[in-house]
């Protein structure tokens, strides 16, 4: 492509906006070269936040449905940022309608809908990626190359959690978050996430053991008026059953050989957004936390005793993502998610482009392992192999 590039996302909550930063800096950041981005249309069923989400990134109109987004002719590339359940009818339509598609996690409901999706985008022969952002973390990228430099040996055990407590309180009104089958609530909404971060840092995952869901809070009050992400808004007397999972927790086996433990909950009192992981190999371990996306720590051998431990390490422009990525691009500066959401707007924009600068967002086909590897969770835990402990 060698025209500008006309871009829409669907969804304007939380999420959708962060799309909707991510294409307005795209072109600020790393080389010249990317075509010009028109910002065209946000779409969402709330005709009000659509608007004042098109408002503030300033894209050209608001939309009340997706399907003008389909049937739009100044629309060339889409992010697709509304509930899982609607992944799979939005994305066959678009790619149907020759559009390029950057879908939120998870990729869809079940891996039947993923691979409908993948038979739809190869069949339109159009870009069609998936957002997992975290993998643009310049601290994660970081402990990334870290562990393929081999410095370190062989990985062993990586364990990792991300704990929210945006469903902690249990007057947090009833939303499609909470609605569905087993897995598609922390699992889904977290875990996707986690398990990508894993896999980016250790390889593909081979074999779930040792899993288990479990449901809280019970049930939640009906909002009396739209629910924009985690929000809180008026609720009536009336409430509805939580459907899904609160809390997960399993351990995971690499194909190459590692293990990890892994948890994910959207109950988790004082923990707002805590994704961290460990990460141990056979001659040093590496730590990150997201609430320091902008720094690791690793531990290696070689130290006197009475020196060695972990170190703290301040990604700079030696690191992913850093040079040329931030308008003050030097070590020390900082970085944030909403950041990430830039560079993955960038990636996927250079594909749509013809362009080959950043790694490529993952496919649809890593989409539906990652679905694969959730519904390894739930059969796990449904198997329910608990053992008693004591007479």
Not at 41 to 49: G, H, K, S, V
Request: glycine residues 12%.
């Amino acid at each position: 492509m060698n025209h500008d590039i006309g871009v829409a996302v669907i969804g304007a909550g939380m999420a959708g906006r962060a799309h909707a930063h991510g294409y307005r800096s795209a072109g600020t950041v790393f080389s010249p070269g990317l075509p010009p981005v028109r910002l065209v249309a946000i779409a969402d069923i709330n005709e009000d936040l659509a608007a004042d989400t098109a408002r503030r990134y300033g894209f050209a109109r608001g939309e009340n449905s997706w399907q003008a987004v389909v049937k739009a002719d100044d629309i060339d590339a889409v992010s697709v940022v509304v509930a899982n359940h609607l992944h799979r009818e939005i994305v066959e339509e678009l790619a149907a309608a020759g559009k390029h598609v950057l879908c939120e996690k998870p990729l869809a409901p079940t891996s039947t809908d993923a691979r409908a999706m993948i038979d739809a985008v190869e069949a339109a022969g159009i870009v069609a990626r998936v957002g997992f952002t975290f993998r643009r973390t310049p601290g994660i990228s970081a402990v990334r190359d870290q562990i393929r430099s081999g410095r370190l040996g062989r990985a062993l055990h990586v364990s990792g959690q991300y704990w929210t407590d945006y469903g902690n309180d249990p007057q947090a009104p009833m939303s499609w978050r909470y609605r569905g089958e087993a897995g598609s609530g922390a699992l889904a909404d977290l875990g996707s996430h986690l398990a990508d971060v894993a896999e980016f840092l250790l390889g593909p995952v081979e074999s779930v053991t040792g899993a288990a869901l479990s449901t809280v809070v019970a049930d939640r009050p009906v909002p009396l008026r739209h629910v924009v992400g985690h929000a809180h808004v008026e609720v009536g007397d009336r409430r509805e059953r939580v459907e899904n999972d609160d809390w997960a927790s399993f351990s995971v086996h690499f194909a190459g050989g590692a293990t990890g433990d892994l948890s994910v909950s959207r109950v988790a009192f004082g923990h707002p957004n805590s994704l961290k992981f460990e990460v141990f190999c056979e001659h040093g371990a590496l730590t990150f936390d997201v609430s320091r996306p902008g720094e690791f720590q690793i531990a290696t051998g070689g130290l006197p005793g009475n020196a060695n431990g972990f170190r703290r390490v301040i990604v700079g422009v030696e690191h992913p993502y850093v040079a040329g990525g931030l308008a003050m691009d030097a070590t020390g500066i900082g970085t944030g998610h909403n950041d990430s959401f830039v560079y993955q707007a960038r990636a996927f924009l250079d594909e749509v482009a013809g362009r080959h600068e950043l790694p490529r967002n993952a496919s649809f086909a890593e989409g539906l392992h990652n679905l694969q590897v959730k519904e390894a969770v739930v059969d796990a835990a449904t198997r329910d192999d608990r053992t008693p402990v004591g007479p």
